[in-house]
């Protein structure tokens, strides 16, 4: 009888578990903005600036990441899954760089992509959803 009670028990847990991967939500779909505390510089418009979006995609696996901005060797923001930021940089040549913070840190790791931008332009930069690659969306 007992034997039947646990896998009558187990038969339910297995159940109750399975429901939950029905429910849809938008966490892979949702970008949002990173929150103010984590976004250091450039945040302020300024006459004769260009605009560069930051944008890491979302997703479930790199949670425990985080994805530490830099622009011309300054640490500008940190962004989570699912997050973006836009920062407002003088025009000229710029290097954004990322370095991984958390569990995916690496020692020596560091991605980097080169942008040019004239005043009033607008540029995105994609950050995986893993915080390890940058690439320079097409224009």
């Not at 300024?46 to 830099?70: E, H, K, P, W």
């Not at 899954?81 to 560091?110: D, F, I, M, R």
Request: charged share 15%; glycine share 12%.
């Amino acid at each position: 009888m007992k034997t039947m009670q646990y896998i009558a028990g187990a038969m339910t847990l297995a159940a109750l578990a399975l429901a939950g991967c029905g429910v849809t939500n938008n966490h892979d779909k949702v970008i949002k903005d990173a929150v103010s505390n984590r976004v250091f510089l450039y945040q302020t418009p300024g006459g004769g600036d260009a605009t560069l979006q930051i944008v890491r995609s979302n997703g479930y696996f790199g949670g425990g990441c985080s994805a530490q901005i830099m622009v011309d060797d300054k640490f500008a923001a940190q962004l989570e899954t699912g997050e973006q930021v836009s920062l407002y940089l003088p025009s000229g040549e710029h290097v954004v760089s990322l370095q991984n913070s958390g569990a995916c840190h690496k020692p020596g790791s560091k991605a980097s992509v080169n942008t040019t931008l004239a005043a009033g332009e607008s540029a995105v930069v994609e950050v995986n959803k893993w915080g390890s690659s940058l690439s320079l969306a097409k224009r």
